[in-house]
Nanobody, 127 residues
Framework: QVHLVESGGGAVEAGGSLRLSCTVSGNIDDYNCVAWFRQAAGKGREEVAHTYPRARSIYYADSVKSRFTLSIDNAKNALDLEMNSLKPEDSGTYYC????????????????????WGQGTLVTVST
């Protein structure tokens, strides 16, 4: 069974930065889509960014474009999310997800199309 383990969450002030990492126990290139989602308290799960590992095309939600950067570290078999200029509305639990259906850079994905999930890491951005 594949395991996804997130790390890097924490508490920062608005304008600060955090780097999240998701380590995949299998081969990340075996998936056709790997993504980060987030869920704020009392709200539904929202996709933040995704990529098709073999093509490296990347999708970003409008709310994070130009502030967040998604990347794959093949040496570590990890999906990283660099988050800059953080805002209080970026707060929530961030989840790593991986799935078989191919994803594209201009089309967001719903959480139902992902097969494997991490346990989540909490990000808190204060004013």
């Amino acid at each position: 069974q594949v395991h996804l383990v997130e790390s890097g969450g924490g508490a920062v002030e608005a304008g600060g930065s955090l780097r999240l990492s998701c380590t995949v126990s299998g081969n990340i290139d075996d998936y056709n889509c790997v993504a980060w989602f987030r869920q704020a308290a009392g709200k539904g799960r929202e996709e933040v960014a995704h990529t098709y590992p073999r093509a490296r095309s990347i999708y970003y939600a409008d709310s994070v474009k130009s502030r967040f950067t998604l990347s794959i570290d093949n040496a570590k078999n990890a999906l990283d999310l660099e988050m800059n200029s953080l805002k209080p509305e970026d707060s929530g639990t961030y989840y790593c997800a991986a799935g078989r259906p191919i994803c594209y850079s201009r089309v967001p994905r719903t959480d139902g199309s992902f097969d494997d999930w991490g346990q989540g890491t909490l990000v808190t951005v204060s004013t």
